[in-house]
């Protein structure tokens, strides 16, 4: 799937008027691309964000030549909401690049039904490869964590053609935790001793209410 946006170039120091007119800044830099200060419309980036993620090639339109880029930080406003600044990393043509691709965990791991839980290990992985064949996310099938010796190693991920990645293949991407036992609720040990004392107590007084009695 192809991603595309539009943006235009802008004077830096005018960030504030940007954001007020529905706009976020931006910069586009690259090994062999002159950094760029650059305006984009806020809904319609973070509508890109959503849909292609940040390992997703992403063609910048309205500097001339489309530019193939990809989404390499991401500034969020944590007050008022939303993203307010974003860096895109210039691709070079025909070079494999290095970045980062979320694994995406898909369908159930039938361990938990006996109250076993998932612990993911990996939440994305480093990857080497030509633009062209740059997956958007690798999928993790759980289907495969059926007991609580289960482990998904990344020589179990279905990495596609062309696709290199710099980890051993026993490396753990996620494994299985057993179901926690219930342990059998105790007394404590101050209320066992206060019983015995007020126990003892009663007794005492008992006897020496008989004695009185009896004189």
Sequence with gaps: MTFKIAVEKREVGNSAALRQ??????????????????????????KLLHEAGESSIVNLEGLGEEME????????????GGVEHVDFYAIERGKELTTNVALHF????????????????????????????????????????????????VGDLDIPEGVKIDLEDDVVVASVAAAREEEPETVPESEESGEGTEAGATEESGEETNETEGE
């Design 106 to 153: 898909e369908g159930e791991a039938p361990v938990t039904k006996s109250g076993a839980t998932v612990t993911k290990v990996l939440y994305e992985i480093e990857v080497t490869c030509r633009p062209s064949v740059l997956p958007s996310q690798i999928v993790v099938d759980q289907a495969t964590l059926v007991d609580e010796d289960s482990v998904i190693t």
């Design 69 to 80: 880029v990809l989404i390499q930080d991401v500034a969020f406003n944590a007050e008022r």
């Design 21 to 46: 007119e529905g706009s976020i800044p931006g910069v586009v830099y690259g090994p062999k691309q002159e950094a760029i200060s650059l305006k984009l419309n806020k809904v319609e980036f973070e």
